[in-house]
């Protein structure tokens, strides 16, 4: 499951070697998504300015190539052996599932407090913001794509209307976010855990990728209070600002406006109703409704 294609090769070295290479195609292909998804060329600069100054972070980049005659940009990376998605852990109900959550909530938490101090570097530059208009236009978006469910959400109108669910968002400092930061993006292998597809990297509050991880009704509670546990404790070693669950919950109103307000059938279609709930109940706890 992928935006662009992309093929596992085995290369066989000089020596006899053989080595794995995940590679990715842009093949003509973008997948901007008003602003928040960029595509191969820009998941290419995340692994050359941002990732690759990293102790060992993998999976690494090898390299990207530029066909000369369509100007298409294919990426290249370590194939990590032996691994599997950590949302496929969860389908298997495996019992390793927890850790893997709580590794990946702390490896995730380690990274914002590292970047914290590197936004204004010019060679993080490139990198989407995330300000004011961005997050309004999500919510303007899944006002206008709702309008047949209208009557069923009446609170809606004010939730979209207003700029403050935003405000804690944009109010604490920003960090280098994966921006899509599910389990489906995560690779575990034994004791550990790898992060994938990084075209969605931005700069904005870190929160938003915690909110990710922890998002859906499949996870136990007990296991959501562990990650934000654990992403606490990898990023204040004083304990998190007294703003942090207000953070959370503006996180968690962005993720679900950034997925309703996509595309109209999606706004709409039965499986996402269920969003409209979670919103809700994350409004009220900012006092928004």
């Known amino acids: 499951m992928s935006t662009f294609p992309n093929e596992v090769v085995t290369c066989q070295l000089p020596d006899g070697r053989k080595r794995r290479v995940f590679i990715k195609y842009q093949t003509g292909q973008s997948h901007e998504c008003h602003g928040h998804r960029g595509d191969v060329p820009y998941e290419a600069e995340v692994y050359r300015r941002v990732l690759h100054s990293l102790p060992n972070f993998k999976p690494k980049c090898l390299g990207a190539h530029t066909d000369p005659n369509t100007g298409d940009i294919s990426l290249f990376l370590e194939y990590v052996y032996r691994s599997v998605r950590l949302s496929d852990i ?15 909530a702390s490896w995730i938490g380690k990274f914002h407090a590292m970047h914290k101090e590197r936004i204004d570097d010019l060679s993080l530059s490139f ?7 961005y997050y309004r236009g999500w919510a303007q978006r899944t006002l ?13 109108n004010k939730l979209c209307k207003t700029d403050e669910w935003f405000a804690p968002l944009l109010a604490e400092p920003q960090t280098v976010i994966h921006g899509e930061f599910y389990a489906k ?52 070693a004083e304990g998190p600002p007294r703003t942090f669950g207000r953070t959370l919950d503006a996180a968690r109103i962005y993720l679900h ?33």
């Not at 969860?90 to 709580?102: E, F, G, I, T």
């Not at 990198?127 to 208009?133: R, S």
């Open 257 to 289: 406006f950034r997925w309703l307000g996509e595309r109209p059938d999606w706004t709409v279609r039965e499986k996402n109703l269920t969003r409209y709930d979670h919103l809700h109940a994350s409004a009220e706890r900012l006092g928004l409704l």
């Open 144 to 156: 206008d794509f709702s309008r047949p469910l209208h009557g069923r959400f009446p609170w809606l």
């Open 185 to 236: 993006t995560i690779l575990v292998r034994n004791q550990s855990v790898f992060t994938v597809d990084w075209e969605s990297a931005a700069i904005a509050a870190g929160e938003i990728d915690l909110a990710a991880l922890t998002e859906g009704k499949h996870w136990p509670a007990d296991v959501v209070r562990e990650c934000e546990r654990a992403y606490v404790g990898a990023g204040w």
């Open 90 to 104: 969860v389908w298997k109900r495996l019992p390793r599932q927890p850790r893997a959550m709580s590794q990946a």
């Open 127 to 133: 990198l989407k913001k995330y300000d004011a208009e």
